[in-house]
Structure formats: C-alpha cells, structure tokens
C-alpha cells in the first residue's frame, strides 16, 4: 500500500470511530446518579426503566415515531388503519386530553 492509501484508510478509521462514539453518546446516555436529584439507576423512581422506551418517550423519539406513522399512512393507508384499529382509542384519547390540559395549564401566568 501507499502512503496515500494508508493516510485514507486511517482518516477512515478515525471518522468511524468518531461516528461511533456519537451513537453510543446518542443510544447510551448516562445513566443518573442518587445525587443527580434522581433515583439511582434500576430503582422504581425512573419511568420507564428501559432506556429504549426512554428515548422513545422524548420529544425526538416522538417526533421520529410520528413521522413514520405519516409515511405508512401515505404510503399504506390501509394498512395503518388497520393497525390504528388495534390501538387502545379511549386510552390514547385520554392521555392526549390530559396532555393539552397540563400545556394549557403550563401557560397560563
């Protein structure tokens, strides 16, 4: 090999090592300490305890969740239906009422 096919091979290497670290800073937080002003990691007081459902509780994963609910809506809107039928209604219901009434709570002074 070259040099040049060397220098390349290591700036790969290293992009990928950095494009690695910032999936692991991204799927893998840090977990809080009990001094953080949070229970300790594994205890009851964190919900939900999966780290997965975590980050697909946030606003980014709900985002995320959304738009693929509108693509397959667009793309297979039988399909959807068909899943949408599945769902708790009354439940999903209730907990985006609750959710408008504490943003609207929220703002008023």
Known sequence: MTNHDEAARSETLVKLAQSREELRRLFDPPR???GDGGAAPGH???FPRS???QMLMSSRG???LG???GGLLIARPALALRLL???PAGALTR???SRLIN???AREP
């Open 51 to 53: 780290r997965t459902m």
């Open 67 to 69: 738009a693929i609910a």
């Open 103 to 105: 943003s609207l709570r």
């Open 44 to 46: 009851a007081g964190e």
């Open 32 to 34: 809080r300490q009990a």
């Open 95 to 97: 907990m985006a009422i």
């Open 62 to 64: 709900l985002s995320a």
């Open 85 to 87: 039928r599945m769902l």
